[in-house]
């Protein structure tokens, strides 16, 4: 415990060691109490010197010997470690497959994370994004269907790379096997990269959906950390078959990975791989269990409406399975906002959770939880919502509905060196957007540079206003009165 006089001086790290404790965490990462730890962490702390140990950045000595465990388990060919999480690996692949291909023409769905829209932006790769679905009452993007899919590779001839966010945050996954084997069929050349991030515990359980490279993905990469039991941070990058060039892999690998990563993030994800090779049907299963136990508990509070999965498949067909660790519930019969319900539930009780929007809070099933865990959560969220009932009259309204027409101008890279101007929100219908406009929640481009800016993105933008508290937008001007635009 750190003297009182030191806990100010040392914000975070007082706050790591001395206030954790007790907290139920709904949300990543997800750690198994059996994995595999690293010991005497500041005592083993060692670096690339120690050269009979091999070097990560060269792929040799032990090293090697753990990416190719690992591969084996995650059902690759060849398997790489990434200390920058998935936004790392994203750089690492994107650059790969510029240097391989040159001209890159990319297809994509637009769920994509924020690494992905800057790297195709930084190595010049022409993204043509496929017209979202976004349910507005669940307020969660879903996978475009098969259909679309196929005519938007009809509409692209020249599309050499098709990329998929799979699955969704909230779980949802395409018939990924299906999808990739019609793609094959239209153009058997064609790379098909998976941004596998929350689905790093699917390759290990056959209650979840197909894994990526089960699936037959060229490339993907995962979030160890999110649902795979490795710390904060660590990542793999996994691929197969002809159609990847390794060279460019690993020359990428090299320059983008740090030449000082953390070993003890390195050895824990060698400690992820050996607990899900050995244990890793059990213990998903148990993951589940406790996720229908929570939804089975909160299904009993009054006003809450849980999502599930057979419900958003009955209604979204080409939705092929739903990552059932996920628990999305719906809170608006309550008359309260879902962040005002999770900031009090957090404040007020230390339960996080994952995410929150005005309607919906969304938890995941994390190795450490437990059914004491549920009906602890239960308990407290009756009590919150009956502590922020009282004397409160109930008018949430609602979040305004999330416009997905795309009118694309030019490729985001084009923007760059561009003469560029700051106008009035209001102002700018009809112009060249010249910058990303992301809200979270939901996560997904509003607006993506080189779009032309809507009537409805502006409507939307301004609705936000009326959130307060719940939404955070990213764009230049955080106030979200003037936006960034290129004549």
């Known amino acids: 415990m750190l003297n009182k006089k030191y806990q100010k001086k040392l914000p975070l790290l007082s706050v790591i060691n001395n206030e954790l404790g007790g907290v139920i965490k709904w949300c990543t990462p997800s750690i198994h109490p059996m994995v595999p730890r690293v010991n005497s962490i500041y005592e083993n702390d060692i670096s690339?010197?120690?050269?009979?140990?091999?070097n990560p950045s060269l792929n040799t000595?032990?090293?090697?010997?753990?990416?190719?465990?690992?591969?084996?388990?995650?059902?690759?060919?060849?398997?790489?470690?990434?200390?920058?999480?998935s936004t790392g690996s994203n750089f690492i692949v994107f650059r790969a497959l510029k240097h391989q291909l040159g001209k890159v023409r990319m297809l994509a769905q637009r769920n994509v994370h924020k690494s992905v829209s800057v790297a195709t932006e930084d190595?010049?790769?022409?993204?043509?994004?496929?017209?979202?679905?976004?349910?507005?009452?669940?307020?969660?993007?879903?996978?475009?269907?098969?259909?679309?899919?196929?005519?938007?590779?009809?509409?692209?001839?020249?599309?050499?790379?098709?990329f998929f966010s799979n699955p969704t945050y909230e779980?949802?996954?395409?018939?990924?096997?299906?999808?990739?084997?019609?793609?094959?069929?239209?153009?058997?050349?064609i790379i098909i990269f998976v941004d596998e991030a929350w689905g790093a515990h699917f390759p290990f359980s056959d209650k979840l959906p197909v894994c990526a490279m089960e699936a037959g993905a060229d490339i993907c990469v995962q979030s160890i950390h999110k649902q795979g039991s490795g710390?904060?941070?660590?990542?793999?990058?996994?691929?197969?078959?002809?159609?990847?060039?390794?060279?460019?892999?690993?020359?990428?690998?090299?320059?983008?990975?740090?030449?000082?990563?953390?070993?003890?993030?390195?050895?824990?994800l060698d400690g992820s791989r050996y607990l899900m090779e050995t244990m890793g049907e059990e213990i998903i299963g148990e993951l589940i269990d406790v996720a229908d136990y929570l939804k089975e508990s909160l299904a009993k509070i009054s006003a809450i409406t849980v999502i599930y999965p057979s419900e958003i498949k009955k209604k979204y067909p080409q939705v092929g399975a739903v990552d059932s660790t996920k628990v999305l519930i719906n809170v608006k019969k309550?008359?309260?906002?879902?962040?005002?319900?999770?900031?009090?539930?957090?404040?007020?009780?230390?339960?996080?959770?994952?995410?929150?929007?005005?309607?919906?809070?969304?938890?995941?099933?994390?190795?450490?939880?437990?059914?004491?865990?549920?009906?602890?959560?239960?308990?407290?969220?009756?009590?919150?919502?009956k502590d922020l009932s009282k004397g409160k009259r109930k008018t949430h309204k609602g979040f305004p509905d999330f416009p997905?027409?795309?009118?694309?101008?030019?490729?985001?890279?084009?923007?760059?060196?561009?003469k560029l101007f700051k106008v009035d929100l209001n102002k700018s219908v009809g112009l060249v957007c010249a910058e990303d406009v992301v809200p979270y929640p939901p996560g997904i481009p509003l607006i993506v540079k080189g779009e032309v800016i809507q009537k409805e993105h502006i409507e939307y933008l301004n609705a936000l206003r009326n959130c307060k508290g719940l939404i955070s937008v990213v764009m230049n001007d955080q106030n979200v009165g003037t936006i960034l635009i290129v004549r």
């Open 123 to 162: 190595y010049r790769i022409n993204v043509t994004y496929l017209k979202p679905h976004y349910d507005q009452k669940l307020q969660i993007f879903v996978p475009n269907t098969l259909k679309e899919i196929v005519e938007g590779l009809k509409e692209n001839p020249e599309t050499n790379v098709v």
């Open 404 to 418: 997905v027409k795309i009118i694309k101008k030019l490729p985001s890279y084009e923007v760059n060196g561009a």
């Open 231 to 268: 710390l904060q941070q660590t990542s793999m990058i996994h691929w197969q078959g002809s159609r990847i060039d390794e060279k460019f892999v690993m020359d990428s690998y090299k320059s983008l990975i740090t030449t000082s990563p953390s070993f003890h993030l390195l050895a824990s």
């Open 61 to 85: 000595g032990i090293f090697k010997e753990a990416h190719e465990l690992a591969a084996k388990a995650y059902k690759a060919e060849r398997t790489l470690f990434s200390v920058n999480g």
């Open 334 to 385: 309550t008359g309260l906002a879902g962040y005002e319900i999770a900031k009090h539930l957090e404040a007020g009780y230390g339960v996080v959770v994952e995410k929150y929007e005005a309607d919906n809070i969304l938890f995941i099933s994390t190795f450490k939880n437990s059914r004491f865990d549920v009906e602890e959560t239960a308990r407290y969220l009756k009590e919150t919502i």
């Open 171 to 189: 779980g949802l996954s395409l018939d990924l096997t299906k999808v990739i084997s019609a793609v094959r069929k239209i153009n058997s050349k």
């Open 48 to 54: 690339i010197s120690y050269h009979s140990l091999g």
